[in-house]
């Protein structure tokens, strides 16, 4: 019986793959609306993020690291190594944790600065919670209640979101414009928990400099939904 020998395929020579471009922000002040830490998030926004699972999807938010995850997170580091700098991405984070929406479960408030940012404050401002199933979702936080004007007017940072005293709180120093009034106010906005989101409870402005006294106090209705 003869055999037939089949003659030798030419090996093939893998075409470079060109991953899609995607427009990126050039300055620091483009790249944060890109990023929680802008200050007027949509009114409609909606809970969102990525699946993170873990061996044991029961394990608590402590265990996540959130460095890994959010420049895991819609490609962050290779859109920081493109634009903005390929080494030490994540320059500082912080993460706090707390019961905040009333589920006996933690959530977790975490600021980054990235390499992006430069002296500018945080550009990553998020509340994070993990689901039963191992994933993560980035709370939203609504400011659409507030009927004062501008509520981020005179910011010269993006504001810091920590937690004081069992609530979320976002605050920033403002500067006045107007003659006469006082050159520095901190801006302390508090949050409450709302169905399905942040909502404000009440936004008070202290003059710095001045015995720390409030000077306005504003509690602002949620609108109907």
Sequence with gaps: MLLQ????RKP???LPVRLPSRPFAATAALFCATTMACAHPPPSAQPHGRSLRHPDAADDIRKVNFRSYLLARDGLRARLAEEFCERDPIR???VHYADLIGQRDEQA????TTCAMGNGGADIT???RRLPDGALVSLPLDDAGYRGGDLYAGQRRTPRLEVQRGRL???FVRYGDSEGELPQIRRTITYRWSNDRFVIDSVKDDAIGAGGAAIATRRVAVPPR
């Design 5 to 8: 020998i089949l003659p030798l």
């Design 12 to 14: 093939r020579t893998a």
């Design 92 to 94: 500082h984070i912080t």
């Design 109 to 112: 408030v975490v600021e980054a």
């Design 126 to 128: 998020e509340v994070f």
């Design 169 to 171: 709180t976002r605050w």
